[in-house]
């Protein structure tokens, strides 16, 4: 393998940029050309390369985002689009591509192998929510949650300046691990998130029962995915009941999948897109490069984005005796 291609798909996140610098230091270490494809699927399709050297990922280790930008891609869906994305591979002589990403990235990666089979791609996960089976954590993951629980441990100040409950929405359409863990960290009186029904009547007692006795402030974290339709809807609900609490609402949105990859971050995602380039070299194809138990991993696209990971039970646990 002489020419290989990187870039980064669907939602960005911490730590992208790291692993880019490394798929294409590690490249270049070996011989290869290596080629940045900007704004992912879609990149491939508009024929948007830049052939990269070592100076061109010089000094963003340490930048949020990702440098080669990230889109999601309708034509990709489609025969003529992949079509062209395949000429244009072909036409540079790429026969490999480290795709960093999640769900939706491996699903297209795996469609786009088995029409054309002489394309090996290799997947570095690459997605704040921490949602894909065959790592321990994803890239963007523990920045993410580290962003999150450094923002409630703000709120939590004024929270208790004013006597105040706030209900907190932190990123999780459908996982609620950010949700989980800056909520323990942080000291949360509940936590709600999508892997878990939401037993209102529970949260209602808890509040009159335990809050209200024993705490002049409080803090609720609702991942956006869970059944109850988010912060906004339960802090409404809460508030109907017990008209007498003051009671916020504050999502955090967006501002968790921006800022500085934590050192674990960096060092994480440099050694999976290391490992990306050396798994194209010794012919793997259609694998997740992932960490378990700080060893790193192979797992089949089909397999990561299939099998989701379980919230862990003793966490739950933890929140309701910690609470």
Do not use: W
Request: glycine fraction near 12%; include cysteine.
């Amino acid at each position: 393998m002489k020419k290989i291609a990187v870039f980064t798909s669907g939602g960005d996140a911490p730590g992208m940029n790291a692993c880019i610098r490394a798929v294409v230091r590690t490249g270049l270490y070996f011989g290869m050309e290596v080629y940045g494809v900007y704004r992912g699927y879609e990149g491939l399709i508009k024929d948007d390369f830049e052939k990269l050297a070592s100076k061109s990922v010089s000094n963003i280790i340490q930048k949020g985002g990702t440098f080669l930008h990230s889109a999601r891609s309708e034509r990709f869906r489609t025969k003529e689009g992949r079509a062209l994305a395949y000429k244009n591979l072909t036409a540079r002589g790429i026969d490999g591509i480290v795709a960093i990403g999640g769900d939706g990235t491996f699903t297209g990666a795996n469609v786009f192998m088995n029409e054309y089979p002489d394309i090996s791609i290799v997947g570095c996960p690459g997605t704040i929510d921490n949602d894909l089976f065959g790592t321990d954590y994803t890239i963007g993951y523990l920045t993410a949650v580290n962003t999150a629980m450094n923002a409630i441990d703000n709120i939590k100040d004024t929270a208790g300046a004013h006597d105040r409950l706030f209900f907190v929405e932190v990123m999780g359409r459908d996982a609620g691990f950010i949700a989980l863990r800056s909520g323990i960290a942080t000291g949360a009186e509940a936590i709600m998130v999508p892997e878990t029904s939401t037993d209102k009547a529970v949260l209602m007692e808890f509040l009159e029962n335990n809050y209200q006795k024993k705490k002049s402030s409080g803090i609720v974290i609702v991942a956006e995915g869970d059944e109850s339709g988010g912060a906004k809807e339960l802090a409404e609900m809460v508030q109907e009941k017990y008209p007498k609490y003051d009671i916020r609402v504050t999502i955090l949105g967006h501002v968790q999948r921006g800022g500085r990859p934590t050192c674990l971050e960096r060092v994480n995602a440099s050694r999976m897109g290391l490992e990306a380039v050396k798994a194209l070299m010794n012919g793997q194809k259609g694998v997740m490069i992932g960490m378990v138990n700080a060893q790193i991993t192979y797992t089949p696209f089909n397999k990561a984005t299939k099998h989701h990971l379980d919230v862990n039970k003793s966490l739950l646990e933890m929140v309701e005796i910690l609470s």
